[in-house]
């Protein structure tokens, strides 16, 4: 199994950028079934959940990312991503993707994996 993210880089405040994960080596219908979501972590602090999409495709975002941030899945592409809007410098950390199989609730607790991506940097400038 292998999430692979990318789409980070360096933005000013204000900003947008979309973050994308590519799911391979899972079954078509692991991935329908599937509970997937983005995590950050910035120096010096614990990894956090940002947004989380389970297989009745209803998400949950954290305070800080709601109405900024978008989760969503493309089930042909076996991609998940993350619209990020309205960026700023507190948002800067290395963004995870995580992802396992269930079909019941879908929250933060995901960030037990099993799955993990390798990260993809992101940083909000001034």
């Known amino acids: 199994v292998q999430l692979v993210e990318s789409g980070g880089g360096s933005v000013q405040a204000g900003g947008s950028l979309r973050l994308s994960c590519a799911v391979s080596g899972l079954s078509i219908n692991w991935y329908f079934m599937s509970c997937m979501g983005w995590f950050r972590q910035a120096p010096g602090k614990e990894r956090e959940g940002v947004a989380t999409?389970?297989?009745?495709?209803?998400?949950i975002y954290a305070e800080s990312a709601k109405g900024r941030f978008t989760i969503s899945k493309d089930n042909t592409k076996h991609t998940l991503y993350l619209q990020m809007n309205s960026l700023k410098t507190e948002d800067t950390a290395m963004y995870y993707c995580a992802a396992r199989l269930t079909t019941g609730y879908c929250g933060f607790d995901l960030i037990s994996g099993p799955y993990w991506g390798q990260g993809t940097q992101v940083t909000v400038s001034s």
């Open positions: 999409i389970g297989s009745s495709d209803s998400p």
